[in-house]
């Protein structure tokens, strides 16, 4: 199983970044996706999930800010954040979630200067 993130990198206050994770060695349609993220010194916390039909939920911290979807056709989770601050600043990784099992890509570093 592999779930490889992209699109992570450096942006000011009040841009925009899409992140995308590709997975293989998994039956996509079959796991609910989300994102997650670490910042330093503190614990791995939930950003996003989506589940295989489409039923989305946010972290108070980016509703109405990030936007998660996926493409089940193209085995691809994708995060699209706007209006991005300084806290959102750490590693943001990919889940692949069942009652099989779980699933972690390696993460992509995100960036906001203030």
Do not use: H
């Not at 899409?18 to 950003?47: D, H, T």
């Not at 699209?80 to 979630?97: E, G, H, R, W």
């Amino acid at each position: 199983v592999q779930l490889v993130e992209s699109g992570g990198g450096l942006v000011q206050a009040g841009g925009s970044l899409r992140l995308s994770c590709e997975a293989s060695g998994i039956i996509f349609s079959n796991y609910r996706m989300g994102w997650y993220r670490q910042a330093p010194g503190k614990q791995r916390e939930l950003v996003a999930t989506i589940t295989s039909g489409g039923t989305t939920n946010y972290a108070d911290s980016v509703r109405g800010r990030f936007t998660i979807s996926r493409d089940n056709r193209k085995v691809t989770l994708y995060l699209q954040m706007n209006s991005l601050k300084p806290d959102d600043t750490a590693v943001y990784y990919c889940n692949a979630f069942n009652l099989i099992g779980a699933y972690w890509g390696q993460g992509t570093q995100v960036t906001v200067s203030s």
